[in-house]
Structure formats: C-alpha cells, structure tokens
C-alpha cells in the first residue's frame, strides 16, 4: 500500500508548477484528478519531441485521470462542484482571481467543506503590487534576482524551469503538511505558495552574500562565487574535468596528492578559500599547468584516490545511459497516447515499496468515467 491511497485531489491545473507538485502526490498512491479545458492543459503543445507529446507534459502528468470540463459552462461548473466535494484536497493555479470568480475560491470551498485542504499556487501572492502581474518562470527567475546572478559575462536563466519547480515542491510540502495535521485536528485548512516566494527562498546564499558583504555574487558560469576551485578545468588532452574543494584540509590533500605542488597549499595567495576566490585567475592558471601535462582520465583517478569531489559533464544522452541510474534500476516504462516511454523512478526511495507510475493521459480520457461516478450523463 502506498502511504496517500485513498487520498483524492482534483487539481485545476495548467502548465508545470501545480502538475509537478500533484504528479509528486501521484507517486504516493493519491487519487489525481486533472481538470483541463476541452482543448487541454496547454502545456500539451509546448513540444512535439516525445513521440509527438510535449516532453513537459510526459515529465509531470503521469498517473493522473483527465477529466475536460468548460468551466464557464453551467453543466461543467454543476460537475466541478460534485468533484470537489469528494476531494480531499483541491489545488490550482489559474490566473490570480479566476478561480474565485468560478466559484473555487478558498474561503467558500472550505465553508462547504471544513475538512477540504485547498492549495492556491500563484506567481507573486493574493497581495501586493505584482498580484495581477503574468508570472512566467523566466520573469519570477528575473524578479527574484537568479538571472542577475547566473551565466558567465551575459546573464542567463537556468536551463530548467527553476521557479516552477520550487513553487511545485514546496506546494507538494505544504499539501502533504495539511494532510498530516488534518489527521491530528480532523479539519482541513487553506494555503498558498507563490513562485517568487518559493524561489526567494532558494536565493538564501546570494541574499545573504550581497546584503551583507557588500556586492552580489559575480556571475562565474559553472564556477562558484564563493568557492574555490570549484569548477571545470582543461586537461592536456583537451576535456574538462570539474572538482570541487569545500575546505582547508581537502586543499592541502589536493595540493599534495592531486597537484604534488605541497609548497602551493601555504601560498599567501591561496592559504584560505576567500583569498583563492579573490585570486581565482591565478589559481585557475597554477592547477591547469599541472593539469596540461594529464589526461583527463588520469586527473578523475587522482582525484578519486584521495577522496576530491569530481564529475564528468555529461550530455543528456550520456545521462539517459548513466551507469549509477542503470546500477541502481532508476528507469520504468509508463504507457502513453504515445506508446511505452521511459520514465525515472521518483526520488523518495522506500526499500520495497514500488511507487505509482501509470499511464499519462489523453485530453479528458477519464471524464465519462468519473461522469459516471458523479450521476452525470456520458459525453459523446
């Protein structure tokens, strides 16, 4: 049994943030009902590259029922009501104020209901001047200050979409916080979690740094601001090799042991991480001389024999082949309008205990089933 059967969630629900975080709840054996507009969660044609389905889709709608309903139609709004009546938690991410004007508002649904948890995810909160204000990942990445902070000489966002995920997990803790003191109080409650709050809490380190150390850390591409070495670095032989040193003791080891430079550690350049940092240019130049006379392969086994972090950069194909995934079975099947696809086990791991991984569905392939369920006439 897996620990939230038995739980239903009607999630109205569109684009990544709200999917990621009840595609999490699905994992965990709840019952996810995915209301979507006759035409579909437009997230459907963000990309054709999975089989001719959007790869954002695939990755965060699996084991969901479809249920297509045109909320602005009486019938469907009758149909809505009769849903989350049965459900246990609601969630949704419309834009700010709709779904109060549907009638979905959380004041009222818990009036009706006081054991309804109900889980409001926005761009920028139900308060302030950005209340209205469209909030998509790029611009809450930009107004949260990680573009300013990320890229090398020109700023860049990340190449995920970071705001999404953060808003998505910390919904995913909040309704998963809800659900456990509902078990203690016997009541529900309602909250809400806004992408820039979410993602202003991920900005902790720079805040600090810039608040109170006078300058904001320098974009430094894949390098750390306030780390060093840490980063890529050539080998003779023309590859990258990434490492990352977190403290004194780890420096003298990979002066000694990785560089053989013993005399480099108590360089007055370089006795203290804030003085490598101040110095990076140098130090960059003072290991890649050691380095240039190795192959990468030699420096990853020197690393590894004295215990310094390191990775390969690999493409997404080599990730798709990753040996440690392959190792540990991290790789199901899930079906889809599609076919078979290949999809990663989620990452909360329980030893003997399979999680959910069930079809993704079609545009409203369950509505005539949960019709049924609700006393509601079939749709042709």
């Known amino acids: ?68 309903l045109d909320l602005k139609d009486p019938g469907d709004q009758r149909v809505m009501d009769k849903l989350v009546a049965k459900a246990d938690v609601f969630v949704q991410n419309l834009a700010p104020g709709a ?83 509902r078990e203690r109080t016997g009541r529900g409650s309602a909250f809400e979690v806004s992408l820039f709050d979410a993602l202003g809490e991920w900005m902790g380190f720079p805040y600090y740094y810039a608040t109170y150390g006078g300058q904001a850390p320098r974009r430094s591409g894949a390098r750390h601001a306030a780390i060093a070495p840490y980063g890529p670095f050539a080998a003779g032989d023309g590859t990258k090799v990434f ?11 990979f002066c000694e042991q990785v560089l053989r430079l013993p005399e480099l550690a108590a360089d007055p350049r370089f006795d203290a991480n804030p003085k490598r940092v101040d110095n990076v240019v140098e130090l960059q130049g003072a290991i890649e001389s ?49 076919g078979p696809l290949r999809a990663l086990l989620p990452p909360i791991t329980v030893a003997g205990r399979e999680p959910r991984m069930d079809p993704i569905p079609d545009i409203g392939s369950h509505t005539n089933k949960i019709l049924e369920e609700l006393d509601e006439p079939p749709r042709d």
Request: glycine letters at 10%.
């Open 1 to 68: 049994m897996l620990p939230l059967e038995g739980v239903t969630v009607v999630s109205l629900e569109q684009a990544v943030a709200a999917p990621f975080a009840t595609r999490q709840l699905a994992d965990l054996g709840a019952r996810v009902i995915k209301v979507e507009r006759p035409s579909g969660d437009f997230a459907r044609g963000y990309d054709t590259a999975v089989n001719g389905l959007s790869s954002h889709f695939v990755w965060i709608n699996r084991s969901k029922e479809s249920i297509a």
């Open 99 to 181: 779904a109060a004007r549907l009638g979905l508002g959380a004041d009222r649904l818990r009036e009706r209901d006081p054991r309804l948890i109900v889980c409001d995810l926005s761009g920028y909160g139900s308060s302030g001047p950005y209340e209205k204000k469209k909030a998509y990942d790029l611009l809450v990445q930009c107004e949260a200050g990680l573009v300013s902070i990320t890229g090398g000489e020109e700023p860049a966002k990340t190449g995920i979409s970071t705001a999404d995920i953060a808003g998505g997990m910390y919904a995913f803790s909040g309704i998963l916080t809800a659900l456990y003191e």
């Open 290 to 338: 050691v380095f240039a006379s190795m192959t990468g392969e030699e420096i990853e086994q020197r690393l590894e024999e004295v215990g310094i972090a390191n990775a390969r950069m690999r493409s997404m194909a080599e990730f798709a082949d990753h040996p440690q995934l392959a190792a540990r079975d991290r790789w199901r099947e899930v079906d889809s309008p599609a």
């Open 243 to 253: 490492l990352g040193v977190q403290n004194e003791r780890e420096w003298v080891r």
